[in-house]
Each structure stands twice: as C-alpha cells, then as structure tokens.
DNA sequence: GGTATTGTATACTATATTAGTCATAATAGT
DNA sequence: ACTATTATGACTAATATAGTATACAATACC
C-alpha cells in the first residue's frame, strides 16, 4: 500500500506552488531546486496535473507554472487520482467485471470500505489547507517555505 | 496505493480457512482449489502467517492449516502486517529518520492521517466479522460457502 | 519400518512497475 | 534571431511482483 513517488512529490510540487503563488508564473527549476527533485522528473510530474486542469504552465521566457484554479478548490484526491489513478486497493471496486467472485466477495466489501476510508482524508483536504498547516508550523521564518 | 495479491490472497485463504473451521486442519490443497489460487504460492502465503501466530499447520498425512486463535481475536491489520508489512503509505510515517525533511513537512502529516484512516478500518474488521458478513450475504447455499 | 501424505524452504524466472535520464521539439519574450 | 523555458517521447537501470520448480522434513497409517 505504497504512494509512489508521483504521488508523493507531485504533492510536494503543488504545495510548493501553492506557497509561491504570489510570484507565479514558477520555474519548475525553483521548485526542482526547493523540494530536491530532479527537474527532469518533475516535469513528468507536472503534466498529468496540467491536463487534468489543476496546473497551468507558459512556455518560454518568464514563463513558468501556477495553479489553474484557487487552493482552496484543489482537493488532494484530485491530485492523487491523476497522478497514481484510483486509490482502490484492488481493481475489482472501481469495476466489479474484472473478478467473477465480485458479486458474492466479502474481502471485496472490505476494501471498499478501505477505499472510502482513504478517499475521506483526500478529499476533505485541499491545498488551501496544507498551505495553511505550513504555515502554522513554521510561523518564524517569514515568506521563506522550503517545505 | 495497491494491495499486493499476497494481501488479497491472503485474506481470501484465512476467510475460506474460517469458513471451513469445523472441518481443520483443512487442506491447502483444498483451499488452493476454491480460492483458484496455484497451491505453490498459496504455500508461500501461509508462512509469514504461520510465523505470526495466526495460522497453526500439522504436517504429514491428515494435516493441513488451521485457525490458531479464534476468528474474532483475528483482526486484518495483523493480517495485512504479516503479509504486506507497514501499511504506511510513506516510510516517514513509520521513521522519520528517513528524510530529513519529516520535521517541517506537512505533507507528511496527511500521509499520517491516510495511514490513521485505513488503520481505523483494518482494525476494527476480524476475520470473525469476514464470516458473519459472507454468511448474511448468501444464506441460501447453506455449508457451501465457496466465498 | 515403509510409504503415502502433507507442509517447509530455497532457488529460480519472467514480467511489470518504478524512478528516473536524456535528447529534442515547441513556445514565448526580448 | 536569440534565449529562456516548458513539453514530449525514447530510453534505461533497478526493484518488486507473481509466480514455478525442486528438494526436503515431518507425521500418520499400515
Ligand atoms: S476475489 Fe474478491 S477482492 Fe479479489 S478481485 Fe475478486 S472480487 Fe475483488
Ligand atoms: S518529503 Fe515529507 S512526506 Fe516525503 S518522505 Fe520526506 S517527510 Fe515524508
């Protein structure tokens, strides 16, 4: 039940964007050097949430990326669902035809539930709200967030 | 965020293994069969449970594997421990001496709350539970509970 | 004691996924 | 034109997954 490092520094990449908002367009190259990613990863990272609508980007001089839409309307179960896909444990709850036990499966019920465990946290947590929490945790070293 | 198909494996062997508990120690070979796992791998499921306590096996002729405390003192988070190790989807979770950044990162305290939230369901899930709900589910085929 | 029956342990392998790197193209500003 | 910047796709190394195969060890039954 492993995040893959999509998911973990796509994360990372938009609350860092959500931190620098007021300078944006950003560089993936700050972002690269912030949060100690390649900047070849990262723009891999960066396309699945630019076409899925929560990142735009300019190309060429003084261009960079922003978030398409207000922090507070980003939720993480967005983030998450484009970069790793559906956080269902197993295939058969998003589609019960994969498995011809589904219909009388109890193991299947319970990774639902798990499912929908997962999806409360992730989708009662924007990127308003892990801005906020940073900034709540280091409240003394001014505009400096480096995560 | 995938369960391995030792998780689901595993669990589907210890629900056919309490569903079948009057008739233990029950085949692996038996199991194999109606749970349409391949006997070799199943034989490799059984191990880390054997070592953790929840499964007892009897070689030799009349043997087989059974329950080695009752179904309601099994809960799936021992369960999926045994067979998947940490369900944390992040190794900072469990150490945060792996990154340096754990101190300040809040992206690390929503992988924290992930892990709080599929633990809260794992938890309170025991294989005894699996049984109930199986039998409410098909109550018209009687024994025959192929799951 | 011999033999069939069962689980145990180890080694091996094929495939898929992950986590990148690298080169090149497209675009925007000056 | 030139430069800065993201976009895209090809490629790769390392790791994990999902098994299979083989030999071994213990037990029950005759
Ligand atoms: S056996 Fe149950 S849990 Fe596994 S894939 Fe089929 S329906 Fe889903
Ligand atoms: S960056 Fe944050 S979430 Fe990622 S490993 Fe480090 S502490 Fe954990």
Redesign the pocket.
């Known amino acids: 039940m492993?995040l893959?490092?999509?998911g973990q520094?796509g994360t990372r990449m938009l609350l860092d964007l959500a931190l620098h908002e007021e300078e944006a367009?950003?560089?993936?190259?700050?972002i690269a050097q912030r949060q100690q990613?390649?900047?070849?990863?990262l723009?891999?990272l960066?396309?699945p949430l630019?076409?899925g609508g929560i990142v735009r980007?300019?190309?060429?001089?003084?261009?960079?990326?922003s978030l398409a839409k207000p922090s507070e309307q980003i939720k993480l179960s967005e983030v998450i669902q484009l970069l790793?896909g559906s956080i269902a444990p197993v295939a058969c709850v998003n589609d019960p035809a994969v498995c011809s036990r589904s219909e009388s499966c109890v193991t299947r019920d319970i990774w639902d539930e798990l499912k929908q465990a997962m999806d409360g946290v992730l989708a009662s947590t924007t990127l308003q709200n892990l801005v906020q929490r940073q900034k709540d945790k280091q409240p003394l070293e001014g505009a400096m967030y480096y995560i």
Request: hydrophobic share 30%; glycine share 12%.
């Open positions: 492993k893959s490092t999509k520094y367009p950003v560089l993936l190259k700050d990613i390649s900047l070849g990863y723009e891999h960066v396309t630019i076409a980007s300019t190309r060429g001089a003084k261009g960079g990326v790793e």
